[in-house]
C-alpha cells in the first residue's frame, strides 16, 4: 500500500530570503468562498461578523482574513466556517497556495510582477486586488506598511514562487542609495 504525505503547495520552495525582503508561505485551516443569495448581504454580512468578526468587504479590500473576492463574493481565510443562511458556500482549500512577502523592498519587488499601483496612498494596508502576478491571475492583498500576501492557484506555486525569486534578485542587485 501507498503512504501518501500531505504536502504544502510551496514545499521545498519556501522560505526564500533575498536583499531586503522574505517570502513565507501561508497556510489555512480552510478556504471558503462566500456568495450571498439575492438580497441577503446584509444578513450574511452579521453572520459572518458573527462567526470571524469581519463584515462582508467592500471591493477591493480585505480584514481579518475575509478577502473581496468579485461582485458580491468574498473568500474567508482560516476556521471552516458554519453554514451561513442565505449563502452559497464553497470550500476552496485545496485549490489555492498563499505566500506573504515582507520587507523594506517588498513593493518593489512586486511591482515589477503586477500591473496595478502600489503606492500607499493607492493600496496601502487593507487593500486587495485580482490582478495578475506575471502571467498568473492571483489576489494581492496589502497587509501591513512592507507586507503583502499573494494567492495563486495551487499548480502555479512553483512558476510563483519562480517569479518572485527573479523579482528579488533583480531588486537586490540594485545599487543602495
Known amino acids: 500500500m501507498a503512504n501518501l504525505i500531505a504536502k504544502s503547495p510551496f514545499d521545498g520552495l519556501l522560505p526564500l530570503t533575498v536583499g531586503r525582503v522574505q517570502v513565507t508561505e501561508i497556510t489555512c ?14 444578513k450574511v454580512s452579521r453572520a459572518l461578523d458573527g ?3 469581519a463584515d462582508f468587504p467592500a471591493p477591493n479590500t480585505h480584514a481579518n482574513g475575509v ?6 463574493q468574498a473568500l474567508v481565510l482560516g ?3 458554519k453554514p451561513i443562511a442565505g449563502a452559497a458556500l464553497v470550500d476552496h482549500g485545496s485549490a489555492w497556495a498563499i505566500c506573504a512577502l ?8 512586486l511591482a ?21 502576478l ?3 491571475n492571483c489576489v494581492l492583498m496589502r497587509t501591513g506598511p512592507d507586507r503583502f500576501q499573494v494567492m495563486v492557484f495551487r499548480s502555479m506555486a512553483a512558476s510563483c514562487a519562480h517569479e518572485i ?3 528579488m534578485a533583480m531588486v537586490a542587485a540594485r545599487p543602495v542609495s
Do not use: C, N
Open 29 to 42: 485551516d480552510a478556504i471558503t468562498w462566500v456568495a450571498p443569495h439575492k438580497g441577503q448581504m446584509a
Open 79 to 81: 476556521a471552516p466556517l
Open 134 to 136: 506575471g502571467h498568473m
Open 67 to 72: 478577502v473581496w473576492f468579485g461582485p458580491e
Open 112 to 132: 515589477r510582477l503586477v500591473p496595478i499601483d502600489l503606492r500607499d496612498g493607492v493600496f496601502g494596508p487593507g487593500a486587495a486586488a485580482r490582478t495578475l
Open 165 to 167: 525569486s527573479r523579482a
Open 102 to 109: 515582507d520587507g523594506a523592498d517588498a513593493a518593489e519587488v
Open 51 to 53: 462567526q470571524v468578526g
